[in-house]
């Protein structure tokens, strides 16, 4: 589903071209749940905003499916991002301004879902994340795993077909994390594509794969099952 | 998604509080004085707009000219009418109308029931051809075609018969001018648009070319007699202009009376220019005013706008994590930019209300300027579709380049608030800059012009004249009142105990009107005619005016005798003053003496020069009383006791008593005008400057408070913290300075050149206006700084 292909992610300054990410090549399969830890700086963030399309790699080709998503215009991007990408991130990134109702129904606007659909859709979330009695507050009157509940919510209403993290629990404690990421395992059975970026062993086991990157090139690609197992 | 953009905006402006007050008021003067000024503007151009083909609607002007000066005068001869009817194939129709100015009406009983009124012409029938006027009894067809008839409307009706149907007024008698008996043969609305077209009274022409004395005064068969109460306006066929112009230029050479030295031409004046030039309402517009205000008005909404582009764009950074999340949640640029320019646009109405409640003080403290007839309809249909336009234009002008500049953050760096640091050349910074140095050269620059503009009306006031204009009062005698009344009335004032000294004159010694002539002299055996100025007055005249002699004596009642001025010398050719003692004169082909010659003093706006002036006595044109008060004497019973003794005199029509020193000061009135609307334009811009580097300053210096603190960390005194965030800020103030002194020195300049007598230009001011400026500026900037500099390093080095 996902193929890169000779991926290079480079900064120039005046005298140097610096690698981030150097001949990355990976095929994800829809469906899959996998883990990209590595040491900071190795480039996982960058690798996922790429896929994410956050950033635009600096060679190599990206395709998703049939469709080559190597060089978007903005617009095209805006579009990929309402079908196809969830995010959900370290430091949530709510909109202070809106509350948790708000927050959750932001994507369904941008995807033009009518208001009676949206209502019940955000309700259904609302029910299912227990954040029923929440909806009216603002992300500063949540806690932490609140907050990242929230962020998840509205990863996923608009029910994307890859859900990237990048460090999701990052910020949480370990009760909280553990929600997390048995939500994110309900969400990989019910068939999401979930591409996680962390550096918790523990986080990492729910997923089936693990990539480990290293100066920004993949340097272990394995089945985390079966590892365990072995 | 449009709820959710609006909650958005609320939620903003309520939680940036500081931001939001600084953009609705700075944006709500700017709007409060376009709306005024367009409403305004649009009042001024709305004059006889209503006519039915207005366009075709001209009327025909006279230029006098002797190759030096023109002499432009609406009116036109007489006889151009028939003339005009009977050669010219352009014109569809011709009426001609002689404005009274002043006429007496009454009625059988009482011949001055009415007192004067100001509102009565002569017309002939084919004016209500010309001009639309609902008929409410008579018809046009018919009325003023026969002597002795008057058409009225409906507000001289209820003036004169009270509250009765138009068709009783038919066949009822009014008295005109004391003696001539009119029959109303019909009754018409009064306009209820705006319009120059004042009169309410309209007698048939027919009367005056039939009565003998009348005639005489209209001049009904002279070719070069030319009033500006006699008007002759055409009506002419669609698209006939130029074919109309050149058959006037026909008639101009067939009929106009020039010789050697003066000229005469008529020209055709389209009706849309009437109220800019000289209408019946004797207040003419000012185009080159409202031009100039709808200047300042533009200035001032950019300075507005600039408030908002830069508050916004140096904020945008704590915009900025939500751009990236809306992005990721699949947002297009296209949908941020609608959503940032929505938020515009509520603050945009929130400034509109308060503009709205604004404008109303704006009125007010106007008032003395504006026209009497000026009012604001908040919600009449073009009020409401130029506030329309103008939020639309405000939008974009002020809410576009932020939301440019904030949707075009990319996501990964919004979200992780990555400055986008390029070290060099920051555009945006230097756009930021710019604006600030612009808004402050605007403000350095009507500074400078306020405060030269202000040195010379005082240096106006206070300029000697050259003669004593202090406690001196005079009165213009009505209209048809004989000289045996004002000689008893001068008689009368001169007992008064408050009253020095009193005389007749055809007018005050320094006056707005003007009464010019020629007189010959004789070099080398030839007579050479020299223009003068003339008045004429009684013995007591100079006396009064304690104007100095400086050789010679007054005249004496033999109307043989003159003085002249200093100018009058130069202009006759005689070197020294005690060579013109006897010298002769030809005036009005009577021989007069010069018996004396006066120093120069002014006896017109300082706006001209000195004239040769020629002083004698007569009992022609003695319309004025000059009255000299007592020194000490108490003003308010001095003019209670003169006001009685013009009621014994006067008792129909009182005519006013006015203090010549406050009629010098009218002479300035555009001055001061232009000094108040000036005045106000500076504090408004001042007013938003300020308020927007406030917030600016405000801003930018929180965000470099780590700096400050490591700075403090590091031994700098709250002293070197302040100089150091404020010396940026005086470098702004210093190139605002340098930008605005040419243009302001341009303006002063050109200004100054309309007066005879002037200051130099006024650099002190320009060096004033710099240092308000700077004061300004620092004490918001110092504001600001004092506070970053006395926080706590260690509490916000730690936050970091």
Redesign the interface.
């Given at each position: 589903m996902i193929k890169l292909t000779d991926i290079d992610k480079t900064i120039s300054s005046k005298f140097q071209k610096e690698f981030i990410l150097k001949g990355i090549n990976l095929e994800i399969e829809e469906g899959e749940f996998v883990t990209i830890m590595g040491p900071s700086g190795a480039g996982k963030s960058t690798l996922l905003?790429i896929i994410?399309l956050?950033?635009d790699a600096s060679a190599g080709q990206y395709l998703l499916g049939e469709e080559d998503l190597t060089s978007l215009s903005?617009?095209r991007k805006?579009?990929m991002?309402?079908?196809h990408?969830g995010?959900v991130?370290q430091?949530y990134?709510?909109?202070?301004?809106?509350t948790v109702y708000?927050n959750i129904?932001?994507?369904l606007?941008?995807?033009n879902v009518k208001s009676s659909e949206r209502k019940s859709l955000v309700a259904e979330i609302l029910d299912r994340f227990g954040m029923v009695a929440k909806k009216d507050l603002f992300p500063a009157q949540l806690s932490g795993g609140q907050q990242q509940l929230v962020g998840v919510a509205?990863a996923i209403i608009?029910k994307p077909s890859i859900l990237l993290a990048d460090e999701p629990t990052g910020n949480l404690h370990s009760a909280q994390s553990k929600e997390i990421m048995e939500l994110f395992q309900k969400l990989n059975d019910e068939g999401t594509t979930i591409i996680q970026v962390t550096h918790s062993e523990d986080n990492a086991k729910y997923s089936k794969r693990i990539i480990e990157l290293e100066d920004g090139a993949i340097v272990k690609d394995y089945n985390s099952q079966e590892a365990q197992h072995a | 998604?449009f709820k959710?953009h609006f909650?958005?905006a609320l939620?903003?402006i309520r939680?940036q509080g500081l931001r939001s007050v600084i953009h609705v008021i700075g944006l709500s003067i700017g709007v409060a004085v376009c709306f005024v000024i367009y409403n305004l503007v649009s009042f001024e151009y709305s004059f006889d707009k209503f006519h039915k083909d207005s366009d075709q609607i001209y009327r025909v002007t006279t230029v006098t000219s002797n190759g030096v000066e023109d002499w432009p005068n609406p009116g036109a001869p007489f006889p151009i009418g028939p003339a005009i009817s009977n050669e010219m194939s352009a014109v569809n129709n011709v009426a001609q109308i002689f404005d009274t100015y002043r006429i007496m009406v009454g009625t059988f009983a009482d011949e001055q029931k009415f007192g004067v009124k100001q509102t009565v012409t002569y017309a002939d029938q084919h004016y209500f051809e010309i001009f639309d006027y609902k008929w409410l009894a008579g018809n046009k067809e018919s009325s003023l075609s026969e002597a002795n008839e008057v058409v009225l409307t409906e507000t001289s009706v209820k003036q004169y018969f009270g509250a009765i149907e138009p068709e009783e007024a038919i066949g009822k008698e009014l008295i005109y001018a004391d003696s001539i008996p009119f029959y109303v043969s019909g009754v018409v609305a009064d306009f209820q648009e705006n319009s120059d077209l004042k009169f309410t009274d309209f007698l048939s022409l027919q009367t005056a070319k039939s009565n003998k004395d009348i005639s005489i005064r209209l001049n009904i068969e002279e070719w070069n007699s030319v009033n500006s109460s006699s008007q002759t306006i055409v009506k002419l066929h669609q698209n006939q202009e130029a074919k109309a112009e050149k058959e006037l230029a026909v008639i101009d050479e067939k009929y106009g009376e020039d010789d050697e030295e003066w000229t005469t031409t008529f020209n055709l004046e389209p009706l849309s220019e009437w109220h800019f030039s000289s209408n019946f309402n004797y207040r003419s517009a000012d185009k080159s005013v409202l031009n100039g205000l709808m200047l300042i008005g533009l200035f001032i909404l950019v300075i507005a706008c600039i408030n908002f582009i830069n508050l916004e764009s140096a904020q945008a950074r704590l915009r900025s994590?939500?751009v990236?999340?809306?992005?990721?949640?699949?947002?297009?640029?296209?949908?941020l930019i609608i959503q940032f320019l929505m938020e515009t646009y509520v603050i945009i109405l929130l400034a509109i209300i308060f503009g709205l409640i604004l404008s109303q003080f704006g009125i007010r403290y106007f008032a003395d300027i504006l026209p009497n007839t000026f009012e604001l309809d908040y919600l009449s249909m073009e009020n409401l579709i130029f506030l329309l336009s103008l939020s639309v234009m405000v939008l974009f002008l002020s809410g576009l380049y932020p939301a440019m500049i904030l949707s075009g953050y990319?996501?990964?760096k919004a979200?992780n608030n990555k400055k986008e640091f390029k070290p060099g050349f920051n555009l945006q910074y230097l756009i930021r800059k710019n604006l600030i140095i612009l808004q402050f050269s605007s403000s350095i620059a009507f500074i400078i012009a306020v405060l030269a503009i202000n040195n010379q009306i005082s240096f106006l006031m206070n300029k000697d004249v050259g003669f004593n204009k202090e406690a001196v009062l005079h009165i213009s005698t009505p209209f048809q009142s004989t000289l045996d009344n004002t000689v008893k009335l001068k008689n009368n004032l001169a007992s008064l105990s408050d009253v020095k000294s009193t005389s007749m004159s055809s007018g005050t010694l320094v006056s707005n009107s003007i009464w010019t002539s020629s007189v010959e002299h004789e070099v080398n055996g030839e007579l050479v005619e020299v223009g003068v100025q003339t008045k004429v007055a009684d013995t007591n005249y100079l006396a009064l005016y304690e104007v100095p002699l400086l050789v010679g004596r007054n005249y004496s009642t033999d109307e043989s005798e003159v003085v002249i001025n200093e100018s009058a010398l130069t202009a006759l050719g005689i070197s020294s003053p005690i060579d013109a003692l006897g010298k002769h004169l030809v005036y009005d082909e009577k021989d007069m003496t010069v018996v004396g010659v006066i120093k120069n003093v002014h006896t017109r706006s300082l706006h001209e020069e000195i004239r040769p002036l020629l002083v004698g006595n007569g009992i022609r044109n003695l319309f004025t009383v000059n009255i000299k008060l007592n020194k000490g004497a108490n003003l308010a019973s001095a003019v209670d006791a003169i006001q009685n003794a013009v009621k014994s005199i006067y008792s129909v029509e009182r005519p006013e008593i006015k203090f010549l020193d406050e009629t010098v000061e009218g002479f300035y009135q555009s001055e001061v005008r232009l000094r108040k609307i000036l005045f106000f334009a500076t504090i408004m811009a001042i007013l938003i400057s300020a308020l927007g580097l406030f917030g600016l300053a405000s801003f930018t210096i929180s965000q470099r408070t780590k700096e400050i603190s490591i700075r403090k960390v590091l031994g700098a005194s709250v002293a070197e913290l302040i100089v150091l965030i404020s010396k940026e800020y005086a470098i702004l103030i210093g190139i605002a300075f340098l930008l605005a002194a040419y243009p302001a020195w341009y303006f002063i300049k050109d200004w100054l050149n309309g007066f005879q007598y002037k200051i130099e230009v006024p650099y002190g001011v320009f060096i004033l206006a710099g240092i308000i400026a700077l004061i300004l500026c620092m004490t918001i900037v110092s504001f600001h700084s004092l506070r970053a500099a006395s926080s706590n390093p260690a509490k916000i080095l730690k936050d970091e």
């Amino acid at each position: 589903m996902i193929k890169l292909t000779d991926i290079d992610k480079t900064i120039s300054s005046k005298f140097q071209k610096e690698f981030i990410l150097k001949g990355i090549n990976l095929e994800i399969e829809e469906g899959e749940f996998v883990t990209i830890m590595g040491p900071s700086g190795a480039g996982k963030s960058t690798l996922l905003n790429i896929i994410g399309l956050l950033d635009d790699a600096s060679a190599g080709q990206y395709l998703l499916g049939e469709e080559d998503l190597t060089s978007l215009s903005d617009k095209r991007k805006a579009k990929m991002h309402k079908e196809h990408f969830g995010f959900v991130f370290q430091a949530y990134h709510l909109i202070d301004e809106l509350t948790v109702y708000e927050n959750i129904e932001t994507p369904l606007l941008y995807r033009n879902v009518k208001s009676s659909e949206r209502k019940s859709l955000v309700a259904e979330i609302l029910d299912r994340f227990g954040m029923v009695a929440k909806k009216d507050l603002f992300p500063a009157q949540l806690s932490g795993g609140q907050q990242q509940l929230v962020g998840v919510a509205r990863a996923i209403i608009g029910k994307p077909s890859i859900l990237l993290a990048d460090e999701p629990t990052g910020n949480l404690h370990s009760a909280q994390s553990k929600e997390i990421m048995e939500l994110f395992q309900k969400l990989n059975d019910e068939g999401t594509t979930i591409i996680q970026v962390t550096h918790s062993e523990d986080n990492a086991k729910y997923s089936k794969r693990i990539i480990e990157l290293e100066d920004g090139a993949i340097v272990k690609d394995y089945n985390s099952q079966e590892a365990q197992h072995a | 998604m449009f709820k959710n953009h609006f909650k958005i905006a609320l939620r903003n402006i309520r939680k940036q509080g500081l931001r939001s007050v600084i953009h609705v008021i700075g944006l709500s003067i700017g709007v409060a004085v376009c709306f005024v000024i367009y409403n305004l503007v649009s009042f001024e151009y709305s004059f006889d707009k209503f006519h039915k083909d207005s366009d075709q609607i001209y009327r025909v002007t006279t230029v006098t000219s002797n190759g030096v000066e023109d002499w432009p005068n609406p009116g036109a001869p007489f006889p151009i009418g028939p003339a005009i009817s009977n050669e010219m194939s352009a014109v569809n129709n011709v009426a001609q109308i002689f404005d009274t100015y002043r006429i007496m009406v009454g009625t059988f009983a009482d011949e001055q029931k009415f007192g004067v009124k100001q509102t009565v012409t002569y017309a002939d029938q084919h004016y209500f051809e010309i001009f639309d006027y609902k008929w409410l009894a008579g018809n046009k067809e018919s009325s003023l075609s026969e002597a002795n008839e008057v058409v009225l409307t409906e507000t001289s009706v209820k003036q004169y018969f009270g509250a009765i149907e138009p068709e009783e007024a038919i066949g009822k008698e009014l008295i005109y001018a004391d003696s001539i008996p009119f029959y109303v043969s019909g009754v018409v609305a009064d306009f209820q648009e705006n319009s120059d077209l004042k009169f309410t009274d309209f007698l048939s022409l027919q009367t005056a070319k039939s009565n003998k004395d009348i005639s005489i005064r209209l001049n009904i068969e002279e070719w070069n007699s030319v009033n500006s109460s006699s008007q002759t306006i055409v009506k002419l066929h669609q698209n006939q202009e130029a074919k109309a112009e050149k058959e006037l230029a026909v008639i101009d050479e067939k009929y106009g009376e020039d010789d050697e030295e003066w000229t005469t031409t008529f020209n055709l004046e389209p009706l849309s220019e009437w109220h800019f030039s000289s209408n019946f309402n004797y207040r003419s517009a000012d185009k080159s005013v409202l031009n100039g205000l709808m200047l300042i008005g533009l200035f001032i909404l950019v300075i507005a706008c600039i408030n908002f582009i830069n508050l916004e764009s140096a904020q945008a950074r704590l915009r900025s994590k939500e751009v990236g999340i809306r992005k990721t949640l699949g947002s297009s640029r296209k949908q941020l930019i609608i959503q940032f320019l929505m938020e515009t646009y509520v603050i945009i109405l929130l400034a509109i209300i308060f503009g709205l409640i604004l404008s109303q003080f704006g009125i007010r403290y106007f008032a003395d300027i504006l026209p009497n007839t000026f009012e604001l309809d908040y919600l009449s249909m073009e009020n409401l579709i130029f506030l329309l336009s103008l939020s639309v234009m405000v939008l974009f002008l002020s809410g576009l380049y932020p939301a440019m500049i904030l949707s075009g953050y990319t996501p990964i760096k919004a979200l992780n608030n990555k400055k986008e640091f390029k070290p060099g050349f920051n555009l945006q910074y230097l756009i930021r800059k710019n604006l600030i140095i612009l808004q402050f050269s605007s403000s350095i620059a009507f500074i400078i012009a306020v405060l030269a503009i202000n040195n010379q009306i005082s240096f106006l006031m206070n300029k000697d004249v050259g003669f004593n204009k202090e406690a001196v009062l005079h009165i213009s005698t009505p209209f048809q009142s004989t000289l045996d009344n004002t000689v008893k009335l001068k008689n009368n004032l001169a007992s008064l105990s408050d009253v020095k000294s009193t005389s007749m004159s055809s007018g005050t010694l320094v006056s707005n009107s003007i009464w010019t002539s020629s007189v010959e002299h004789e070099v080398n055996g030839e007579l050479v005619e020299v223009g003068v100025q003339t008045k004429v007055a009684d013995t007591n005249y100079l006396a009064l005016y304690e104007v100095p002699l400086l050789v010679g004596r007054n005249y004496s009642t033999d109307e043989s005798e003159v003085v002249i001025n200093e100018s009058a010398l130069t202009a006759l050719g005689i070197s020294s003053p005690i060579d013109a003692l006897g010298k002769h004169l030809v005036y009005d082909e009577k021989d007069m003496t010069v018996v004396g010659v006066i120093k120069n003093v002014h006896t017109r706006s300082l706006h001209e020069e000195i004239r040769p002036l020629l002083v004698g006595n007569g009992i022609r044109n003695l319309f004025t009383v000059n009255i000299k008060l007592n020194k000490g004497a108490n003003l308010a019973s001095a003019v209670d006791a003169i006001q009685n003794a013009v009621k014994s005199i006067y008792s129909v029509e009182r005519p006013e008593i006015k203090f010549l020193d406050e009629t010098v000061e009218g002479f300035y009135q555009s001055e001061v005008r232009l000094r108040k609307i000036l005045f106000f334009a500076t504090i408004m811009a001042i007013l938003i400057s300020a308020l927007g580097l406030f917030g600016l300053a405000s801003f930018t210096i929180s965000q470099r408070t780590k700096e400050i603190s490591i700075r403090k960390v590091l031994g700098a005194s709250v002293a070197e913290l302040i100089v150091l965030i404020s010396k940026e800020y005086a470098i702004l103030i210093g190139i605002a300075f340098l930008l605005a002194a040419y243009p302001a020195w341009y303006f002063i300049k050109d200004w100054l050149n309309g007066f005879q007598y002037k200051i130099e230009v006024p650099y002190g001011v320009f060096i004033l206006a710099g240092i308000i400026a700077l004061i300004l500026c620092m004490t918001i900037v110092s504001f600001h700084s004092l506070r970053a500099a006395s926080s706590n390093p260690a509490k916000i080095l730690k936050d970091e």
